[in-house]
């Protein structure tokens, strides 16, 4: 997959010159359902047209520039949304460096100077309440004008719904935050993931018998506060795994932590690049009377997350690992 770091005013050509860029437009924080939707259809018309199936998207996220405290916690960092877009068979990603500049375009110049002059865009598919230019003055209805004027074929892809309710990023970030991690698997398309660095840590597990691996991530958004059956990425291989996410209030430790025990895997991870799936809620974080309490929870926690984990295996599905 090409992914293609754009800049306001640069006149380089894209490597798909001569060809029919099919274009999907928008931030896509957590390549949802809702996004893969929209995905399909663009790959689907990029066929049809031997052309290229297009993701443009921005860096950074537009509200951390113009409002950073209204800006979200993001599901995924951008690395992992670029693999994310690449997984679910694009091929090629713009990334828009969102600029002061960048956010002053009209809609006007926005379609006619960057998407139909520089990338030569023969169709757009923008979900349903997709707005663009200055201040979000750009409409759909707008694009659809421009498009005509200009021989652009536009296309709006309406919700996806589960559960009677539109997927949308801001519902999935309430479920994960909730730890309701069924259901955000189910609007996310895949398992929520954390990843990272394995870095050092306080090491009291392996003083009763489970050590885990501290992640250092860069993820913004985390699960609520609690013991979850997992996945546990490394190298390609998958494991099983409990993982705590908290503040160790049994050790008082303060700062929120992501902790996993892998079973069945004792090969040392610091330094190593991780990724933790969250598949199912176990229990809240509880402060033990003693270590000993505290390991026999542990004892119990490996016990129903192995049930779940079981189970999952059982039904196999294609899901990215982070």
């Known amino acids: 997959m090409d992914v293609i770091e754009y800049n306001l005013g640069q006149r380089e050509k894209p490597p798909w010159e001569g060809t029919h860029p099919v274009i999907t437009i928008g931030n896509f ?3 949802h359902v809702g996004h ?3 995905f399909r259809q663009v790959k689907e018309k990029a066929r049809r047209v031997n052309g290229k199936a297009v993701v443009f998207t921005f860096k950074p996220h537009p509200l951390k520039l113009l409002r950073p405290d209204k800006c979200p916690l ?3 960092p951008y690395t992992k949304r670029i693999r994310l877009i690449e997984h679910f068979g694009m091929d090629a990603v713009v990334v828009a460096r969102f600029t002061r500049e960048f956010a002053a375009l009209t809609p006007d110049s926005f379609f006619l ?5 520089t990338f030569n865009v023969h169709a757009i598919y923008i979900g349903y309440d997709f707005s663009f230019g200055r201040d979000r003055r750009g409409s759909v209805e707008r694009l659809k004008e421009l498009g005509r004027e200009h021989g652009v074929e536009v296309n ?5 719904r589960l559960h009677g309710e539109p997927v949308s990023s801001t ?4 479920l994960v935050a909730n730890g309701e991690m069924r259901k955000a698997r189910e609007f996310l398309g ?3 993931f954390l990843s990272g660095t394995v870095i050092e840590g306080h090491k009291r597990g392996q003083q009763f018998g489970f050590p885990t691996a501290n992640i250092g991530t860069g993820h913004e958004l985390f699960p609520r506060k609690g013991v979850y059956a997992t996945f546990l990425f490394y190298k390609g291989a998958r494991y099983r795994a409990v993982t705590n996410v908290g503040v160790n209030p049994t050790f008082n430790n303060g700062a929120l ?3 996993t025990y892998a079973l069945n895997f004792n090969a040392p991870l610091y330094g190593e690049e991780i990724s933790v799936s969250f598949v199912a809620r176990l229990r809240d974080e509880l402060c033990f009377s003693s270590v000993g309490a505290l390991a026999k929870q542990i004892e119990k926690d490996i016990q129903t997350a192995v049930k779940i984990l079981e189970e999952e295996e059982k039904n196999p599905q294609e899901t990215p690992e982070g």
């Open 36 to 38: 893969q939707a929209i």
């Open 74 to 76: 993001l599901i995924t």
């Open 29 to 31: 924080d957590g390549v």
């Open 113 to 117: 100077d960057v998407l139909k002059r």
């Open 257 to 259: 932590t992501v902790e």
């Open 190 to 192: 895949r398992y929520f």
């Open 156 to 160: 709006i892809v309406g919700p996806v």
């Open 171 to 174: 519902k999935i970030r309430e």
